[in-house]
T-cell receptor, first 115, second 115 residues
Framework: ETGVTQSPTHLIKTRGQQVTLRCSSQ?????VSWYQQALGQGPQFIFQ???????GRGNFPPRFSGLQFPNYSSELNVNALELDDSALYLC???FGGGGITDTQYFGPGTRLTVL | AQKVTQAQTEISVVEKEDVTLDCVYE???????LFWYKQPPSGELVFLIR??????QNEISGRYSWNFQKSTSSFNFTITASQVVDSAVYFCALGGNNAGNMLTFGGGTRLMVKP
């Protein structure tokens, strides 16, 4: 059984650019959640995808968007990057449509640096 | 609104000491789940335990034990006979039935176990 994988591991961008982060869910899981973790803080929920649709969103602006594909993998897109977007981006997968009973299993994260 | 507070930002112990990590939560949900995750330096969040709001039984898993007290809204985590490999940041998280599928994390407690 493969765990959650994310790519790339590290990324450096400049202000105003756009970035795409990728996540492959754990085998058997159909739901993907994305979190942003700033240095020294706890993860903050960005959004969740189930059945290829957004299934809940945290307090993030529309320039944060996502996709889920038929194989349950997912992308996080961030447009018009700002310095404050520098963070570790974590993807988590779970089974069952995102109910609170679902345990979320996390990938290793993508560290994004915006200069 | 949901909130998780981990008042201890950093704890340092010597190997073989017992250590307790505190977690206090706030929620208006009647049904909710509490989680503990471990984040080693590699960055990946490792799932440790899930506990639902209807089950106040304490749980023990090897050197790990958890004490859930609904009356004080606390879900504390104790490591017995700590080891250097326990050094990591530990996060307490909360999910509720009205939380829109998101987990709310505390700020984390950095545990350093010295040999």
């Amino acid at each position: 059984e493969t765990g959650v994988t994310q790519s790339p591991t590290h990324l450096i961008k400049t202000r105003g650019q756009q970035v795409t982060l990728r996540c492959s869910s754990q085998s058997g899981h159909n739901t993907v959640s994305w979190y942003q973790q700033a240095l020294g803080q706890g993860p903050q929920f960005i959004f969740q995808y189930y059945r290829e649709e957004e299934n809940g969103r945290g307090n993030f602006p529309p320039r944060f968007s996502g996709l889920q594909f038929p194989n349950y993998s997912s992308e996080l897109n961030v447009n018009a990057l700002e310095l404050d977007d520098s963070a570790l981006y974590l993807c988590a997968s779970s089974f069952g449509g995102g109910g609170i009973t679902d345990t979320q299993y996390f990938g290793p994260g993508t560290r994004l640096t915006v200069l | 609104a949901q909130k998780v507070t981990q008042a201890q930002t950093e704890i340092s112990v010597v190997e073989k000491e017992d250590v307790t990590l505190d977690c206090v939560y706030e929620t208006r949900d009647t049904t909710y789940y509490l989680f503990w995750y471990k984040q080693p330096p590699s960055g990946e969040l490792v799932f440790l335990i899930r506990r639902n709001s209807f089950d106040e039984q304490n749980e023990i898993s090897g050197r790990y034990s958890w004490n859930f007290q609904k009356s004080t809204s606390s879900f504390n985590f104790t490591i017995t006979a700590s080891q250097v490999v326990d050094s990591a940041v530990y996060f307490c998280a909360l999910g509720g039935n009205n939380a829109g599928n998101m987990l709310t994390f505390g700020g984390g407690t950095r545990l350093m176990v010295k040999p």
